[in-house]
């Protein structure tokens, strides 16, 4: 009788499949899927999963495996092989049966830990144990190889005694360099936790996922000595991000299995038990205001009175957080400070993650072992590194080696930088692409027009004692490698570094010597880290082509588009530049000039990047030396400790220099007069260079009347703003066109090229019949100079611009209300009525007889565009640029719409730029387009936006939506309210409408006119129902319904989960409540899918929706509901009284199937709670609802089936299986006695 047989007896008297092959419970969702047409008797059958276990025949031809290599999940009497170790089986890596050493580049998970303890923990974790590889040259990290699932993981720890931010980035580059091909980077270990969140239950023994990571202690100390934290939070690679929402939603719905791998570990590995006995000390938070007892070991003589009583727990089993963790170089043992991160959201505090994210971007995961107090204690730690393990464990077990090797961006053509090349030429010719691809043509713009330094001047920088100690080897630790020169605007630091760059030139031939100049006044590029980056990084591989290698190695590198190239983002950038300068041979010395021309928050990032760098270069052996210049930063500073400073404003020498240049470019000869009037001009500089240089150009043009000059030199004022103003206040030239051209420099949407800028203010003289081809270069560049009254200054190299001569110019217009001190006619609005002047011009020249005739001639010579209309791209491209800035500035326009030339504007777009605009494309379309909130708030008619036209999208209101034209659509929408009476809104509560929230755009290109779908129905796709409401109170449906249809508005309403949008359109009658989409599903389908109770409720109550649709995978809206365990949902459906519980999908689920895969006891209680349910139904491959529960650990439901009397224990799957025989080999142990005790009952 079956009743006498042992469990060990039954298990190993199954026949058929099971005797050669069991398969693990995480392959149950693959199963399902397979076809078998046999039933196999030899090693011929392969699995697509990591783990295969073999019995039997398969135990008699491979020799037993180390206990120590047995795996997670391991079977009685079971020995366990990969699939690897079969010939002929998927995943075989050949076709014999000798296994293949694995090498560096087979390593595809790198998993950092500070401590041993917590490396012990992680190599617990491994599925086998790998042979080790000889470690590289180079490389001082030792590691641990093994095997996760299918994931070949390599481990690491930082040096025993080693901790901080910088050791753990030296001992990520060492890794990143060895194996090129890792693509999941973990950094897993112990933290301290801050309880007090509210909401949040942080206990001992709970982990941490960290969506980001904040730098604490990165930061500035301000006047008063308060410490203020200037770091931003870094993300983990997005990918990482997905993969643990993922897991997340799997833990909504199925325990965690990390109790299961807990108990695995213990049982598997002996020396691991030691790392549970944290489980059974105290867990004790006390109140943040009580200090631990001094001299005592633990907190048994701490006033227990102090403790936070917290609710206990209903299970054991740590918790999982997710959210900010905080890292710095420092032990927080300090319950206050602990709470003041509290409420800035972080988790919990660690050492490491800081030195990695930026250049080592790894998900941080942390097991909590104490509350970063002064009770703080080590009893936790080995529980906490263990739970922490397992969590990263059963994240890496979610993730399919194929979500990351098969890499998808969009349609464009991929190249593998990580396959073999098919020879050097090929691999060449693809570094080169993303060499070249780094370079841009400005990048060395500024620096080559700076002027050289005059002879004799500037020398004496490389004597001073800053200079000196930055540049000693001896003395980089103390400094870090920075150094920082201040000075005054215009005080000449920008020559000074470009003397010092050509110095380090000439004498440091043996170094890499990079430079980059910032400047304000050029392109994106030039202003930007951005640009910084990829110039430093294009620099590095110039000095040393070798280390082109980098970026094939590089794993964001490995594929990239060859049509749109790569987007180089600051964070691959600086990876990149980390690694590049770490395989350097050679020292490095990098100039970086006028800071203050770049954004704040990006010269914040740049000068912690550097900082880090710094270190991270000491750490390695490598010299690196930065020089930084800027004018005075009041917010920005270097870390307290390292960095030196040079203060020009300080420095005789640099008075010297001043002295210098007066005496070689004054050509006033030698007299007392002379030295007398150089003297003075000295005097008067104050140090400034930008004043000495204008005002040696004015003197020179005065010499010969030496005592007019000193007179001349007399009414001269001694500061530079000054200087400026008494330039532009004199009367000499065309004062308007002195005006436009400033205008123009100043606010243009980008630098005009010298013939734009001359043809845009000469387009405003009555009599211009002026061309191109009259003009020379030297013409325009005279006329520009004279015409800024020598303020302007044209520079560039393969394309030229006209700009200031400096940025103090710039600072000086826009300061103190000078514009309209020096113009008065531009009233107390200069800004809005300087874009407004432009608008003009741009409108003037584009609307012209002349303008069409130059558009017909680029179209038949486009080769010769900028020779024949050198303002016309500008002028039709930026029109609405300035009127939207005027507008903004409060300068109303209700006339510009009804003047704006479209026409010309359309066919400049369609046959220059190949858009799709049609000749009639309307005005108010093109300001929806190109989001003109502004200048839309004087229209008077809002209804127009939803008036269907020709144009691509419709009307105005879909162009909005589709390219995200937010600030006009909020525009739109506020008016909209105002307009609407609430009696059109379905609510009562008309507040209910107003209040949401601004849907996201469309995120999909569509042509409205070849869809065949209405407005309505898009606009229910969009969700908004303020515009659904306008739409069908237009009361313009039943003309376009002959040619357009709203039948899916319902389901385009239910799929975004737009409930207000739902409730618009059933009240309205808008739209078919059946619609079937391409899968069969209908709205109600779509809801009951994603649980989103609310829709169903307004979808049943209409009487229209059939509850018990079947689509053409077989499934209802309770089946769907169901997958989900989404319990309301399946009450909802049932409450109808109309569905079918036992209905069978294609694959012969039924709901209560579905249900208890999802795990969500309650569901599965009210579907059995019905009676009608059938609790031993079988699918397609024999699996009954208690199969689902056992393969699943599911305590609770296995109760409940059971509970029925209608489950038979002992039933067979497709490969004759029991439940039994699952709950055996998954070692449940609860499951196991249930099972046995129903049998005992039944038999």
Known sequence: MRLSRTRKQTVASENSFSSHFIISPSLRDQVQSTT?????????YAVVMNNVYITAEARRKRPRERDDDAGFGQGRNISRYRVDDFPNTIGASSTNSSQRKLTYTDYTVAWICALPKERAAATAMLDRRHESLPRLPGDTNSYSFGNIGQHNTVITCLPSGYHGTVNAAVVATNLARSFPQVVIRLMVGI?????????????????????????????????????????????????????????RANHEYEQSQIPAILLDVYNRVPGMKQYQNSVHSPDRLFDSTYEHVPNRENCDQCDQSRLIQRLPRASTAPQIHYGTIASGNRVIKHAESRDTWAKKGCLCFEMEAAGLIDHFPCLVIRGICDYCDSHKSKEWQEYAATTAAAYAKELLLTIRPASYRSLEFGTSTLVEMDREPNSDEELREKLEKLYDSLQFDQMDNRRQHIKRAQLKTCNWLLGTKEYSDWMEPGKIRQHGGLLWIKGKPGSGKSTLMKFILESSWKENQDQAILSFFFHARGHDLEKSTAGLYRSILSQILTYDPKLKITLSLNRHLRLFSQDSGIKWTNELLKELIEEAIERLTSSVVCFIDALDECKDDEVRDMVAFFERLGELAIANGVGLLVCFSSRHYPHITLREGIGLEINLDEQEDHEADIAEYINCELRIGHSKLARDIKKEVREKASGVFMWTVLVVSILNRERGRMHALRQKLQEIPPSLNDLFFDLLSRGSGDEDETLLCLQFILFAQRPLTPLELHFAILSQAKDNNLEPKDLSDEDSRIFLIECSKGLSEIIGSSTFTVQFIHESVKDFLLQEDRLCTLWPKLGSNPIGNSHLRLRDVCLKYMSSNSGEYMLSQRTKHPQEAGSISPFLEYATTNVLFHAEKAASFGIQQPEFISIFPNRQWSRFHREIYE?????????????????????????????????????????????????????????????????????????????????????????????FSSSRRSLISYLA????????????????????????????AIHNAVTGGHESALRVLLHYGKGDINFLNAIGQNPLSLAAQCGRTDM??????????????????????????????????????????????????????????????????EAIGVLLATGQVDPDVK?????????????????????????????DPDSRDYFGLTPLSWAERSRYIKAIDLLWSSRLVRH
């Open 36 to 44: 078998l047409g046999v039933r196999f008797q030899t090693l011929a």
């Open 191 to 247: 933290g301290g936790g801050v309880p007090n969140i509210p909401n949040i239950d942080i206990r001992l023994g709970d982990i941490v996922v960290g969506h980001n990571v904040l730098q604490y202690d990165l930061g500035k100390t301000t006047q008063g000595g308060e410490f203020h934290c200037t770091s931003s939070p870094v993300k983990p690679p997005p990918e990482m991000l997905t993969a643990v929402s993922d897991l």
């Open 915 to 1007: 858009k799709p605009y049609p000749d009639d494309t309307r005005s108010l379309y093109i300001l929806f387009e190109k989001d003109t909130p502004n200048l839309f708030a004087s229209y008077l008619s809002i209804m127009d936006c939803l008036e269907i036209g020709s144009e691509p999208c419709g009307c105005p209101l879909l162009a909005a939506i589709k390219y995200g034209s937010r600030n006009i659509l909020q525009v739109v929408r506020n008016r909209l309210i105002a307009s609407i009476p609430s009696e059109c809104f379905p609510e009562t509560d008309f507040s209910y409408f107003k209040q949401t929230r601004l849907t996201e755009m469309l995120g999909y290109n569509f042509g």
């Open 1021 to 1048: 796709a969009y969700g908004d129902p303020v515009f659904l409401v306008a739409a069908i109170q237009q009361d313009n449906e039943d003309v376009i319904s002959q040619n357009f249809s709203s039948a899916d």
């Open 1096 to 1161: 169903m409720k307004l979808l049943l109550a209409t009487g229209q929706a059939d509850p018990d649709l079947r689509d053409k995978s077989g499934q209802t809206p309770l089946s769907l509901a169901s997958v989900g365990g989404y319990t309301e949902a399946i009450k909802l459906l049932l409450a109808t009284g109309k569905v079918d519980l036992n209905s069978r999908d294609r694959g012969g689920f039924t709901p209560l199937s579905w249900v208890v895969r999802s795990g969500v006891t």
């Open 1179 to 1207: 699918d397609n491959l024999s699996r009954s609802p208690l199969y689902f529960a056992v393969i699943g650990g599911q305590i609770e439901a296995i109760k409940l089936l059971l509970a029925t009397g209608q489950v």
